[in-house]
């Protein structure tokens, strides 16, 4: 049996029947990772060794399949793992290894679950395809002409090329959301504030948010719960009840009402993902849910108001890399101005250079009101805006992304139509709500199709609930298979 197939709660069963050990579950997935790692480059650093240890330790405890207990999973690489090198897929941390864990390695740390290694992103998380890693491009398993998304593409790409059982990703504008639709998993973002955090590499810290990719909604819930939690490390960190997001998940959405807006749609939508989402909304129908139109005004607006935030706040938080205190530094340079000019200009990548410029620009004396000011006020609309539609309907479905994954290289020369990418997604981390990617079939050459469901805050249990209808009734982990299989 090939263990690598199975969803976490399968190998969590298969786990706790003895029908295979930690160790061996675990070396399955190094076998896999040595034999599919060449084609899609998804790894960054590998820790088989210390894999293989914490299993063999797993296995003589005999906890395996207890929580997370003896799981291999992977790790976007923007969080801290003491002892183990952080680059955020940049030159100027290449030689980073942090002196602390992140919040959230060291509760899965905790709870015994197995780290197969760090795994590639756009560099400081900037990207929408995982073509900005100083260190190489990663490719989509379906088609390995094109881009798995980004930034988070090494996260979806090792669960859907059976290289991980889960991973954990972030979401700045789409960044888990995204690449969870082109590469045909599910992939979430919970309300800002629900997942710690602490020890994440800052992009822009009012919309960064940390979660999991799986192979199926009931192993997203398995690994929201881990988690989610309280956090007095972070100061944006919820402290409100612990849920248990498996629980009633099968309940259904009889009664609920499915929230869908004209702006999601349009001349820009590939005319299949239209077509799977006029099949879920079939869907949704046929399980009893009623389907009501609401409409989102400010979805152009978001995007715009998404790139001047962020970048702001990349501005702001990168500033820390000047070749003193960590990081890489310059090799030659003739005073302290010149070493940090250096240090920068070699360090960073062309486009976290023009994020960064972008968001000093508009911090700037004379242009702060003019840009940031009013992204800032757009945003309270935007919050607004989903409030209201929220009293109307208890899910938003949209598509995730307007089109299937694009070619590596197509969209690198224009920035813009990149940014474009995260239209249907940016509008959530504005707001701090929380949102679900699960597939929604493929088009006609064989590519994921991403659908998003959208609730209010904190409303996790609710989504999830209706990512489960709507996984069932597309049964796609069923009847496709990535092209590397």
């Known amino acids: 049996m090939d263990y690598t197939k199975l969803t976490l709660h399968e190998t969590k069963q298969v786990l706790q029947n003895g029908d295979v050990t930690s160790e061996a579950l675990t070396q399955a997935y190094i076998d896999r990772i040595n034999a599919v790692e060449p084609k899609v480059d998804a790894y960054l ?198 849920v248990d997001y498996t629980k009633d998940l099968t309940e259904g959405v009889k009664g609920k009402k499915i929230g869908i807006s004209p702006s999601f749609a349009g001349d820009g939508v590939q005319p299949e993902v239209q077509k799977a989402v006029d099949e879920a909304v079939a869907a949704y129908k046929d399980a009893g849910a009623e389907i009501v139109e609401v409409d989102f005004k400010y979805l152009d607006q978001a995007l715009a108001a998404y790139y001047i935030i962020a970048c702001a706040e990349a501005s702001s938080n990168l500033a820390r890399y000047d070749g003193v205190r960590y990081g890489v530094r310059a090799k030659e340079y003739t005073d302290l101005i010149d070493m940090y000019r250096k240090s920068r200009s070699q360090g960073f990548g062309s486009e976290v250079k023009r994020r960064i410029m972008l968001g000093t620009y508009a911090l700037s004396s004379g242009y702060y009101d003019a840009y940031y000011k009013k992204a800032m006020q757009m945003r309270t609309l935007i919050v607004e805006d989903f409030n209201r539609i929220f009293k109307s309907c208890d899910v938003m479905l949209t598509p995730t992304t307007a089109t299937t994954a694009f070619g590596i290289g197509e969209k690198t020369a224009d920035p813009l139509e990149m940014y474009m990418s995260d239209l249907f997604t940016v509008p959530v981390n504005i707001s701090g709500m929380p949102a679900v990617s699960l597939p929604g079939g493929v088009d006609a050459s064989g590519m994921p199709i991403g659908l998003q469901l959208i609730g209010p805050a904190l409303s996790e249990e609710r989504i999830l609930k209706a990512a489960y209808v709507l996984e069932n009734a597309v049964s796609f982990r069923a009847s496709n298979k990535p092209a590397l299989d």
Request: hydrophobic share 35%.
């Open 45 to 242: 650093l590998t820790a088989f060794d210390s894999a293989l240890e914490k299993a063999k330790a797993v296995d003589k405890a005999g906890n395996a399949g207890d929580g997370l207990a003896g799981v291999p999973y992977a790790l976007k690489d923007n969080m801290c793992t003491k002892g183990m090198t952080t680059t955020c897929a940049s030159k100027i941390l290449s030689n980073f290894v942090p002196p602390y864990d992140s919040t959230v390695y060291a509760g899965l740390k905790d709870s015994d679950a197995v780290l197969l290694g760090k795994v590639n992103m756009d560099e400081f998380a900037m990207g929408s395809s995982t073509e900005n890693s100083a260190f190489k491009t990663t490719k989509n398993p379906w088609d390995t002409t094109k881009v798995p998304g980004g930034s988070s593409g090494g996260s979806a790409v090792c669960v859907a090329a059976d290289t991980a059982v889960f991973s954990l990703g972030s979401d700045t504008g789409g960044s888990i959301r995204q690449p969870a639709a082109l590469c045909g998993v599910v992939g979430m973002k919970p309300t800002y504030g629900l997942v710690s955090r602490y020890g994440l590499v800052a992009f822009a810290s009012s919309l960064d948010q940390i979660g999991p990719f799986t192979k199926d909604v009931e192993d997203c819930a398995i690994v929201l719960n881990a988690i989610a939690g309280y956090d007095h490390r972070d100061s944006t960190s919820l402290n409100v009840p612990k």
